[in-house]
Nanobody
Framework: QVQLVESGGGLVQAGGSLRLSCAAS??????MGWFRRAPGKEREFVSS????????RYADSVKGRFTISRDIAKNTVYLQMNSLKPEDTAVYYC????????????????WGQGTQVTVSS
């Protein structure tokens, strides 16, 4: 059974940092990624990393501030978030894609429960 368990969310002041973690179990994936949903908005892509090659993608809104990484031995993906802004406030979801098709279309196959990130001004 596949499980994605996120941790690391919380409340931080603008300009601060947080690191999210997502531990995966049950199988390996083509890619893992992070999405977020802000209040009253659609879910949006944040970042992804392919498990084998380590190819990385970022949304333009987080480039230069967020860094995604993976620990293959721990089957865990991380999202280091620096220079946080109030507009980064959202529920952040970890997701896993079984195929390149799922990854490039953002139709990820598995989702975590989400972790709240709140950035105060």
């Amino acid at each position: 059974q596949v499980q994605l368990v996120e941790s690391g969310g919380g409340l931080v002041q603008a300009g601060g940092s947080l690191r999210l973690s997502c531990a995966a179990s049950g199988r390996t994936f083509y890619a893992m990624g992070w999405f977020r949903r802000a209040p009253g908005k659609e879910r949006e892509f944040v970042s992804s990393i392919t498990w084998s090659a380590g190819s990385i993608r970022y949304a333009d809104s987080v480039k230069g501030r967020f860094t995604i990484s993976r620990d293959i031995a721990k089957n865990t993906v991380y999202l280091q978030m620096n220079s946080l802004k109030p507009e980064d406030t959202a529920v952040y979801y970890c997701a896993a894609a079984l195929s390149i098709q799922a990854a490039v279309s953002y139709r990820y196959d598995y989702w975590g429960q989400g972790t709240q990130v709140t950035v105060s001004s």
